[in-house]
Nanobody, 124 residues
Framework: QVQVVESGGGFVQAGGSLRLSCVAS????????MGWFRQAPGKEREFVTS????????NVADSLKGRFTISKDNAKNAVYLQMNSLKPEDTAAYYC?????????????????WGQGTQVTVSS
């Protein structure tokens, strides 16, 4: 059974920063890609960023480049999302995802395993 667990969400004022963490675990599962999506109320799930655990340049949504950064710890099957200069429009539930393959897609359906999400609320 695979588990994907996020942490680190919360409330922050506009211009502030937050760091989200995610750990994936599972017996006999090797993860190739981990990443983050977000979903605001009434909107579709939106790609944020992803990274291949065995190397390669991270993918980042164009609109978030320069503010959001993903990093990884292969030994822990963990990824981290550093979010800086947060804006009210960044308010959403942030979901961590993991897949055994090297996924270069930004489509949610191409990722196999998902966490329950962690809420980020940015006040103006």
């Amino acid at each position: 059974q695979v588990q994907v667990v996020e942490s680190g969400g919360g409330f922050v004022q506009a211009g502030g920063s937050l760091r989200l963490s995610c750990v994936a675990s599972g017996r006999s599962v090797s993860f190739g890609t981990m990443g983050w999506f977000r979903q605001a109320p009434g909107k579709e799930r939106e790609f944020v960023t992803s990274i291949r655990l065995r190397g390669g340049t991270p993918n980042v949504a164009d609109s978030l480049k320069g503010r959001f950064t993903i990093s990884k710890d292969n030994a822990k099957n963990a990824v981290y999302l550093q979010m800086n200069s947060l804006k009210p429009e960044d308010t959403a539930a942030y979901y961590c995802t993991a897949d055994p393959a090297r996924v270069f897609s930004s489509i949610p359906e191409d990722f196999r395993y998902w966490g329950q999400g962690t809420q980020v609320t940015v006040s103006s």
